[in-house]
Protein backbone atom coordinates (compact mmCIF):
# COMPACT_ATOMS: atom_id res chain seq x y z
CA UNK A 1 0.00 0.00 0.00
CA UNK A 2 1.26 3.69 -0.41
CA UNK A 3 0.26 6.64 1.78
CA UNK A 4 -0.62 9.53 -0.83
CA UNK A 5 -1.78 13.15 -0.78
CA UNK A 6 -5.10 13.30 -2.73
CA UNK A 7 -5.65 16.96 -3.55
CA UNK A 8 -9.43 16.47 -4.50
CA UNK A 9 -9.74 15.15 -0.86
CA UNK A 10 -7.07 17.38 0.65
CA UNK A 11 -5.64 14.87 2.81
CA UNK A 12 -3.46 12.13 2.67
CA UNK A 13 -4.77 8.37 1.97
CA UNK A 14 -4.27 5.26 2.06
CA UNK A 15 -3.67 3.33 -1.17
CA UNK A 16 -3.63 -0.50 -2.43
CA UNK A 17 -2.15 -2.08 -5.34
CA UNK A 18 -5.37 -2.63 -6.71
CA UNK A 19 -5.92 0.76 -7.14
CA UNK A 20 -2.60 1.34 -9.57
CA UNK A 21 -3.91 1.94 -12.73
CA UNK A 22 -0.76 2.68 -14.72
CA UNK A 23 3.19 2.49 -14.61
CA UNK A 24 5.13 4.78 -16.66
CA UNK A 25 8.46 4.56 -17.27
CA UNK A 26 9.32 8.69 -17.35
CA UNK A 27 13.18 8.66 -17.65
CA UNK A 28 16.05 6.82 -16.21
CA UNK A 29 15.04 6.08 -12.20
CA UNK A 30 12.00 8.14 -12.59
CA UNK A 31 8.50 6.07 -12.35
CA UNK A 32 5.31 7.93 -12.18
CA UNK A 33 2.40 5.92 -10.80
CA UNK A 34 -1.02 6.69 -11.42
CA UNK A 35 -3.34 5.73 -8.73
CA UNK A 36 -6.99 5.82 -7.71
CA UNK A 37 -7.81 6.84 -4.19
CA UNK A 38 -10.85 5.39 -1.99
CA UNK A 39 -13.06 7.86 -3.32
CA UNK A 40 -12.07 7.48 -6.88
CA UNK A 41 -9.80 10.77 -7.35
CA UNK A 42 -7.06 10.07 -9.76
CA UNK A 43 -3.34 10.63 -8.01
CA UNK A 44 -0.64 10.24 -9.90
CA UNK A 45 2.89 9.72 -7.76
CA UNK A 46 6.78 10.30 -9.14
CA UNK A 47 8.42 7.46 -7.56
CA UNK A 48 11.98 5.37 -8.75
CA UNK A 49 15.44 6.28 -7.44
CA UNK A 50 15.99 9.57 -9.05
CA UNK A 51 13.16 11.03 -6.61
CA UNK A 52 14.76 9.02 -3.65
CA UNK A 53 17.77 11.13 -4.49
CA UNK A 54 15.58 14.80 -3.43
CA UNK A 55 13.91 13.03 -0.71
CA UNK A 56 14.71 15.70 1.56
CA UNK A 57 12.65 17.65 -1.02
CA UNK A 58 9.31 15.67 -0.07
CA UNK A 59 8.26 13.44 2.83
CA UNK A 60 6.33 11.90 0.39
CA UNK A 61 7.85 8.27 0.02
ZN1 LIG B 1 -9.46 11.58 -3.31
Do not use: F, Q
Request: charged share 20%; glycine share 10%.
Amino acid sequence: MWNVYCADCGHDVLVGYSRLRRVTNLASGVIALELRCPAGHGVEVLTGRATHDRASDSPKP
